[in-house]
């Protein structure tokens, strides 16, 4: 089961003050997980906090899951997936890596989800179309840096993703979809594999961190090296 960004950075301000920091020591994170998402979160600590926008900014990497032969009104699990009408054709390898090469590759418009956490007059997306609404959700620049099949068999496509701020990988799906099959995809799994410098591969597991932390236990950004 998933646990929230936000429980998360409330078990580590739990931790601080069990080993001795004041408990008006500021914590916080560099950019939410989705609640069906895993993979790293950067928790920042004290003075760290005034780093949150900058990290925020910088590139990600995400190792995602598309299924081709379904669709969800989110986009991805949140609402269970329903198979597309009739047969469809099994795009080959070659097709696919030339539409990601063509479409999704470098700076591309994409619509949010609908089922998202932005505001339409001053609303919440999600919030509207669980009402039964439609929120109009404008298409936004955004960046691909590289995108790569790690693997591929029909239906399902797993891909690693290097991408830039505000880039939303269940919309990805659902367009990588429609442009291979003419309807759209879903996102089955999703981990967030690396923020700029700070790697997964790096970082220790909520449960490893010591029930009683001090400053010692922190990692210093490189600029306060």
């Keep these: 089961m998933r646990i929230k960004s936000t429980t998360v950075v409330r ?3 739990r931790r601080l003050i069990a080993g001795g ?3 008006s020591i500021k914590v916080g994170h560099a950019g939410t997980l989705d609640p069906l998402a895993s993979g790293l979160l950067i928790v920042l600590v004290g003075r ?22 379904r669709s969800s009104p ?8 329903v198979p597309h009408d009739g047969p469809l054709e099994a795009p080959s390898r070659e097709r696919l890596e030339a539409i990601l090469a063509e479409r999704f590759s470098g700076t591309i418009q994409q619509r949010p989800p609908t089922f998202s956490a932005i505001r339409v007059d001053g609303k919440r997306a999600y919030a509207s179309a669980r009402a039964g609404e439609k929120p109009e959700l404008k298409p936004r620049p955004i960046i691909i840096h590289q995108i790569t099949i790690l693997e591929y068999a029909w239906p399902n496509l797993s891909l690693d993703i290097r991408c830039g701020k505000g880039t939303y990988i269940r919309s990805l799906a659902r367009d990588i979809g429609e442009a291979l099959t003419g309807l759209p995809g879903v996102l089955t799994a999703l981990r967030r594999t690396a923020i700029g410098p700070y790697r997964i591969e ?11 932390m001090t400053t010692a236990d922190l990692v210093p950004l490189p600029e306060e090296s």
């Design 202 to 212: 790096h970082s220790t597991e909520l449960d490893a961190l010591p029930v009683h």
């Design 48 to 69: 760290g906090t005034r780093w949150c926008e900058r990290l925020m900014a910088r590139e990600k990497e995400y190792l995602a899951t598309i299924d081709l032969s």
């Design 11 to 13: 078990s580590v301000k």
């Design 21 to 23: 920091c004041p408990r």
């Design 74 to 81: 989110t986009d991805d699990l949140e609402v269970e997936p």
